[in-house]
Structures are given as structure tokens and as C-alpha cells.
């Protein structure tokens, strides 16, 4: 890991690397369509007035840095629109990108997206689960913070992985609200003088969610606003690698001293639950050309209440219905749909036997093909 000034070159990428400097002219050095993934965190635009203070007149350490105020919603529409261009610029034709932002700027980010020809495709909620109360008692206290994920363009091929986020939720489809908590603790970097780091330091667990489910091992990842180095920190762990972009020495200085602590998890445990859309497509009809079932052959319901023929030309027939796997088995079943390859079986050795290790079979040969 390794601090520079800007890009090296046009033509190379400074992966695993925090560079110094404005971040949209940073961007504008970098490579076109180079970056796989890229997490921003921009400034909120808080519109404090004055100090917030506790019940017992103790201060709130809000967020009141200089890099977060401005001028107008005119002068921060105009930074949004210039970092979006410059990120959009950089991302690959399949790339995606999360933003994430308050009540305060998430709005403005989302109609700039659009506006840009960014491809919603979610916006998901951060509940924190340890929120900071509202001291005040004229509002609701503020515990989520909204994240949108949305690819290059309209029908771009961006990266999901379903089935990993899935395993994360304990077997369950990952909804769009996460309830994670904000960094307290040991996770709550400080500085030499023992204050916080950074004002909004996002937790690890927001981030390694984030990754898991939308790159891959080896994928390159930017963060525009890289703060302490959250993102660095999760991408470095998970096999991916980072750019961070940030213009405050402060922020560099604990960002390095953390990634060098950091170690990359081992090889298999990289490995996440691939997506069953993302295998090979395996056509029922090429088990029967390839003499894997015979046409004639009896298939046997899951429950042994049905059977059907194998076809020569790769459907079924069963009672007074032909059509493929699906259709004959929903027919026979007298359900909307039914998944085939996991309904159906055929004896062998007198013992029943999924076709779908058919098909198993098939593409593990098809894996193993060079390329």
C-alpha cells in the first residue's frame, strides 16, 4: 500500500493505492472505463447551524468540517454533477456504482444519477441499530442512511452475486433494509489524540455486505472519498483491489496505518455461493443426444406419484400431456411452474436418480475445458 500524488500514468492503475488530491481530478487522470466497482461516500452538505449540544449541555461531536459545508444547494449540485461524470467516466461498460447519503443530499444524488444515464437498480436502507438519539426532541431520531446501487447504463451486465448474499441471510433472500451497527468500540478508529478519526467512519460490516454481493475477487474498486480507509480495509480482506482518493493528510495518515494491519483472507475462503443463473445453460435435450437418457426412457416424479417418457427430441410425455421437463411435471402437479431438473429422476442400478447430477456432470466437464 502506497500514498502518491496522482496517477502514475494514463495508461496504468495505482491499485492498492491512497492518492492525494481533489478527487474529481484525480478521476480525470485516471483511465477510462478501468474501474469495476466504486463506493462514495460524499460530503452530506449538514447545513449545521451552530453547535448541538446533549440534555447535560455536553457538545455533540457532529460533523462540522470544513470539506462538508457549502455554500448552496447550487454550488453542492455542481460538485455532485462534476464527481458523477468524472466516476462514470472511469467505470467499466459493465461496472456499478453505491452511493450513500442522508435525508440531507441522497435525493440530489439520486436525480444527478439519472440525469448522467445511470441504471437505478436499488436503493437500499442502512438501519442502524445503534443510532444516536435526537437530543433535541423536535424531529425523529435519524437512524437509517440510504445507499443507492445503480449500474453504468441501462442493461449494462453488472455484478450480483444472489446466492452469497443470500447464504450471508441465513438461507434467506437479502432484502434492501440491512440492520447493521454504526462503528463503536474497537472498530472506532482515533486519532493521536485519542478523538474520532473521522466523524462518519462507516462500519465494516456495511461495506463487506456491499462487496460480497457486487464484485469478485480481483475486481478493482474506487472510493472517491476514501476517509480512514473502510472500503480499502473490506476490498484488501476480500481479494479485491482498491484505489482511495483523498485530499486530507489527517485521513490518509490513519487510513495507511490501518491497511498495513490488514490481511487478506486465504484463497477459500474467498470463494462465495455462485449465482445458479450465472452457470451454464444445459439444454434437458443434450442428455438425450448424448445417450445420457434414451428416448423411451421412464422419469419418475419426486413424490413417485407421476412418470413420463423421454423424447427423442428432448420433451416428455406423460398422461395426456407433452412439453418440456417443466411443463409436464407443473401439468402433472397441477402447479404454475415446476423446476425439472430437481422434480424429475430415472432409475439406475434400480435406484432413483436426479437428472439433475445430469446435468452437474455436464457442466463440470464444460469447466474444465481450457479456454
Known sequence: MKTMTKAKSASALPINSILSGDCIEVMNSLPENSIDLIFADPPYNLQLKGDLHRPDNSKVDAVDDEWDQFS?????????????????????PNGAIWVIGSYHNVFRMGAELQNQGFWILNDVVWRKSNPMPNFRGKRFTNAHETMIWASKSEGAKYTFNYEALKSLNEGIQMRSDWVLPICTGHERLKDDNGDKAHPTQKPESLLHRVLVGSTNPGDVILDPFFGTGTTGAVAKMLGREYIGIEREAAYRKVAEKRLKRVRKFDREALTVTASK?????????????????RPGEELYSLNGRHKAKVRADGTLIGDDIKGSIHQVGAHLEGAPSCNGWTYWSYKHEGKKVPIDLLRQQIRAEMAARPN
Open 72 to 92: 448552496s444547494f447550487a454550488a453542492y449540485d455542481k460538485f455532485t454533477r462534476e464527481w458523477l461524470k468524472a466516476a462514470r467516466r472511469l467505470l467499466k
Open 277 to 293: 443463473r450465472s452457470e451454464p445453460r444445459v439444454p434437458f435435450g443434450q442428455l438425450v443426444e448424448r445417450g445420457m437418457l
